[in-house]
């Protein structure tokens, strides 16, 4: 055979055996088995398609307080150190640390090979001026976590303007490579706190960009990707950083999130091919598609546990729910089972507390040890309790009440049934209002409204997380409460160093929370409820719910 032939005949083999290839092959991005949801994902293309139902409200660390910042800055971000699927902190912008043996003082040693993305390193200067713009009392708007840096040394009195000098503060950049905290008592979770979103460094170069989280092209970032498109309320588009020190260990080269408040859009995105992820907790699955999904689709849907509570609270400074008994009587007057049974059909456990199911106690956990039994559904007790009220108020009838959802499917659904239990139980028309996200967290923060939806997910596996956010002032406190009683609980079990008496100090502002006051209206106790791709791997949703797609990939 001549050599011409021979090349010819190659030629024709090598175009056949492509084309076959290619057939064989599936074009369609969501390769493998997908029990008829839709076409699975292209097993080498690295890029994850997810759903967001809200756009964060911030991109900026230090002011973030809402479940869909807190996924975006994990991707954008790193901490001192970062969480494992167990809830473990394992090391990522600090390599080692050493602690105490009084458990005061932390010794953080910072990786030499972290960098920003615009190539500046990561130094330990940039934790200590993130920090100290977090408790700054000037900084504007105010920072609703910066309670959660009181347990350094002089962080509450810095922030609450009682000293000035920011040098007394526990927190010092010793070299660039080593910060020094030292902290005012003992806190067995504060190594876990330095892996949530107010503990992340921030870029030196934001005192003079007013406008910096606004832009995408002006985010300076340290973490596994990078925001690199924005489009507002239409999508969100990150791309692996490859500055990232643990570049090679990050699989996806891109993630691509959609911003539909649709739950039903959601669902119909994810069994079309167009989404690899769908659900809880930055978007959700129709509550009455829950059944048909789980049975239907057995290898993706997945139901979890976790530590998070549902509730609405109230606005303890506005009429009518500055009494104490209209407030019990509005709790006591729904069915919680029913609510779960009927209508939000994830396995959701009904809550008559407010600290979760799986936070730690002082042997197992802490709703084990300390039931959450602060009160009863009474329907007749309830209408005694109103009537009781209106009449210290001197209501003939009760004035017009407005309950206060963001955009959601399942939050109008919700609603909509508590708002007619309260009507057949109670008597009561109640009016809903549905707000976008911002508008809503906006209202909240500024006691807009009577009463608000709302939902609370662990930062770190201790009951302080649920009780701390109550105090008088603290950032996060919607509601208007305030009670020195609560305050001082909450501080003794800040300062005590006896786990026992924490956690009988933290069990008793709970029952002051819910049983005294009923500053809170507890409905579930959240359970992860989410479709995933069969070939997509490593997605990690935490003890409290949070979850990461940083380290997940597509086989």
């Known amino acids: 055979m001549n050599k011409k032939r021979l090349l010819s005949m190659l030629a024709l083999i090598l175009i056949v055996s492509t084309v ?161 905290v030292t902290l005012e ?66 699989k996806l080269s891109k993630i691509e999130s959609s911003l539909v408040t649709s739950g039903a859009a959601e669902l119909s995105s994810y069994k079309s091919g167009q989404l690899d992820y769908a659900g809880a907790p930055n978007g959700e699955i129709p509550s009455d598609s829950i059944p048909t999904m789980k049975k239907n689709l057995p290898n993706e849907f997945a139901v979890k546990g976790i530590a998070s509570t549902y509730f609405y609270e109230f606005n303890v400074t506005a009429k009518p729910f500055d009494n104490v008994k209209i407030r019990k009587a509005f709790s006591m007057a729904i069915s919680r089972q029913d609510l779960v049974d009927k ?31 602060f009160f009863q559904e009474n329907y007749e007790e309830a209408k005694k309790l109103l009537a009781e009220g209106m009449a210290e108020e001197g209501y003939t009838t009760l004035p017009e009440v407005t309950l206060i959802y963001n955009s959601s499917e399942s939050h109008k659904k919700v609603a909509l049934a508590i708002a007619d239990m309260w009507k057949n139980n109670l008597g009561v028309e109640v009016k809903t209002e549905n707000l976008e996200w911002g508008v809503f967290l906006e209202n909240r923060q500024n006691l807009n409204y009577q009463i608000a939806r709302a939902g609370w997910t662990a930062d770190f596996n201790d009951p302080m997380s649920f009780v701390d956010m109550w105090k008088t002032g603290a950032g996060n406190n919607d509601s208007g409460f305030s009670n020195a009683e609560y ?69």
């Open 20 to 180: 076959l290839a290619a057939c064989g092959s599936n074009n369609n991005r969501e390769g493998g088995a997908s029990n008829g949801a839709g076409k699975p994902a292209k097993a080498k293309e690295q890029v994850l398609h997810i759903n967001m139902s809200a756009e964060p409200p911030t991109f900026d660390p230090g002011l973030a307080q809402d479940s869909q910042a807190n996924t975006a800055l994990k991707l954008m971000y790193e901490g001192l150190v970062r969480l494992d699927d167990t809830g473990k902190e394992v090391p990522a912008a600090a390599e080692s640390w050493e602690i105490s043996p009084d458990g005061l003082q932390y010794i953080f040693k910072l990786r030499k090979d972290a960098v920003w993305s615009n190539g500046d390193p990561v130094t330990a200067n940039d934790f200590v001026f993130a920090w100290q713009r977090v408790l700054d009392p000037t900084t504007t708007p105010a920072p609703p976590y910066a309670y959660q840096l009181g347990y350094i040394k002089n962080a509450n009195a810095y922030n609450a303007k009682e000293i000035t000098d920011f040098s007394q503060v526990g927190i010092k950049a010793t070299d660039d490579h080593t910060l020094e």
């Open 185 to 250: 008592n003992p806190t067995p979770y504060f190594l876990g706190l330095t892996s949530f979103y107010t503990y992340f460094p921030v870029h030196a170069s934001v005192k003079n960009n007013a406008a910096w989280a606004t832009d995408y092209k002006s985010m300076i970032t340290n973490g596994a990707f990078n925001l690199t498109n924005w489009t507002t309320g239409q999508k969100l588009e990150y791309t692996k950083n490859d500055k990232y020190w643990d570049k090679d260990n990050i």
């Open 343 to 373: 209508v939000t059909l994830g396995g959701q456990i009904p809550a008559f507390g407010f600290v979760a199911p799986g936070i730690k106690g002082v042997k197992d956990e802490f709703r084990t040890e300390y039931k959450d039994n």
């Open 487 to 555: 305050d001082q609980l909450v501080k003794d079990a800040m300062t005590s160093q006896d786990n026992a008496v924490r956690m009988e100090k933290m069990a008793a502002a709970e029952k002051i929370l819910i049983q005294d006051e009923q500053v809170l209206m507890p409905l579930y106790y959240y359970t992860n409820v989410s479709l995933t791709k069969g070939n997509v791997k490593g997605i990690s949703v935490n003890y409290s719910g949070a979850i990461d797609f940083s380290r997940a990939y597509i086989e």
